[in-house]
């Protein structure tokens, strides 16, 4: 028994202290660094982004089977009914997911903050950013909701119904506008909970960001296609791990991304001296990685 209390209170004598070169050494570690470390936290800031994505939930639910229904009761559903409904849902999508808004920025906040090795509350932390952030979350998700609608407006009136040359034009007009939009939704949320911005700035520099890293940016966007796709194929199982931490880990993987970037450019975007590599161990010199493989740094010969 008094082994037991003495190794509680003094631990293993022959292990080692934790030490900055024993964290994450890329990304990818840092992500299922991140997992195993706070993965109960990830489940709480998850279902509290769904309580305030609920109204939304349960509306696409109730139009979604008013749908189903009407297509049951008349074998089929005419063409203007579908797009009228389908209308009306994009206008109602616009206030319903704008109320979800600040509580994207109080979940990227909590996520910013375990990906640094810092301390930070499910609970407490999401609600701070919440209130911080609220008039930014709400402003980016209501310009999103506006944006999509408009999207459809467009298409729905001057490229569906027009037949001259016109038409390739809007297309094309739509095509870019909604490029540039998927580039931005990588950087606007980790840009706003890591930075002391106006939204217009914000917008910039996601802008920046999304147009000066195309092709990476481009791999980043196909690879979360592939997981909705691969969510959409199995919406059974999906369904409920989207609930309950779907989005958190998609937020984790994004919130990582941008870290990379904002590395990279950090002195873009603030004059602090903000530290590199935040969470994960110092990235050791060239010469000395060149040592540790067994090559001398000046010489190239094998080190004994």
């Known amino acids: 028994m008094g082994k037991l209390f003495d190794r509680l209170i003094n631990g293993k004598p022959d292990k080692k202290d934790f030490t900055p070169a024993d964290l994450p050494k890329n990304r990818l570690d840092l992500f299922v660094d991140v997992v195993k470390m706070r993965f109960t936290g990830l489940i709480t800031v998850n279902l509290l982004y769904v309580v305030f994505l609920l109204p ?3 509306f ?4 979604y089977f008013a749908i189903v229904q009407e297509v049951s009761l008349n074998n ?3 063409a203007q009914l579908l797009k009228s409904a389908f209308n009306t849902y994009l206008l109602m999508f616009i206030p319903l997911y704008a109320i979800a808004g600040p ?10 903050n375990w990906s640094w090795g810092e301390q930070a509350s499910p609970v407490r932390d999401f609600f701070k950013e919440f209130k911080r952030s609220w008039k930014k979350g709400l402003m980016v998700n209501l310009l999103v909701g506006v944006l999509i609608y ?3 407006f467009w298409f729905h009136n001057f490229v569906e119904n027009q037949t001259s040359g016109l038409r390739y034009v809007f ?9 540039l939009y998927f580039l931005m939704s990588i950087y ?10 106006p939204l217009t700035k914000i917008l910039k520099n996601s802008a920046i960001f999304g147009l000066m890293l195309v092709p990476r940016n481009i791999l980043v966007l196909l690879c979360m296609a592939a997981v909705i796709i691969v969510m959409a194929l199995i919406y059974q199982i999906s369904s409920v791990i989207i609930l309950v931490m779907g989005f958190s880990l998609f937020f984790l993987a994004k919130t990582i991304y941008c870290g990379s970037v904002f590395d990279r450019f950090r002195k873009n975007l603030t004059d602090d001296d903000v530290a590199q590599r935040r969470g994960m161990a110092p990235q050791q010199p060239k010469s000395a990685q060149r040592v540790k493989n067994g090559k001398s740094a000046k010489s190239g010969k094998g080190v004994k």
């Open 60 to 63: 696409s639910l109730f139009s």
């Open 171 to 179: 297309i094309t007009g739509i095509s870019l506008i909604a490029f």
């Open 150 to 152: 408009a999207i459809w």
């Open 103 to 112: 509580a994207k920025a109080g979940v990227h906040y909590v996520i910013r």
């Open 188 to 197: 606007i949320y980790p840009i706003m909970v890591t930075y002391d911005l």
């Open 56 to 58: 939304l939930i349960i």
């Open 76 to 78: 089929g559903i005419d």
